[in-house]
């Protein structure tokens, strides 16, 4: 599996952005996806998850409230909406495909990942 992300950019806060992860094929039959990010000289942190269904997402509690990350299945892609942006957003982005069904926050839970979309909040 093969993902792109794509949607990042330069954005000042207050805004919005959206972005998209596409995988190249149908990510199976019953695996969750997931947002991560990683800001310069921080470790990769969770951002948002969604079971295989689209029924059932988790959020980091940094971003809960902002952030919205839904899925096509038809189109085998991910996409996070990102609301009310400020500085401590600026990272890149990355999409990530589970091992499981079920949404997880830990890296670990993951075996596929896309290359990154970089987000930059000026303020």
């Known amino acids: 599996v093969q993902l792109q992300a794509s949607g990042g950019g330069l954005v000042q806060a207050g805004g919005s952005l959206r972005l998209s992860c596409t995988a190249s094929?149908?990510?199976?039959?019953?695996?969750?996806m997931g947002w991560f990010r990683q800001a310069p000289g921080k470790e990769r942190e969770f951002v948002a998850t969604?079971?295989?269904?689209?029924?059932?997402?988790q959020y980091a509690d940094s971003v809960k409230g902002r952030f919205t990350i839904v899925r096509d299945n038809a189109k085998n892609t991910v996409y996070l909406q990102m609301n009310s942006l400020n500085s401590e957003d600026t990272a890149v982005y990355y999409c990530?495909?589970?091992?499981?069904?079920?949404?997880?926050?830990?890296?670990?839970?993951?075996?596929?990942w896309g290359q990154g979309t970089l987000v930059t909040v000026s303020s």
């Open positions: 990530a495909v589970a091992r499981g069904s079920s949404g997880s926050s830990y890296i670990e839970d993951y075996n596929y």
């Open positions: 094929r149908r990510t199976g039959s019953n695996n969750a």
């Open positions: 969604i079971g295989w269904r689209g029924s059932s997402t």
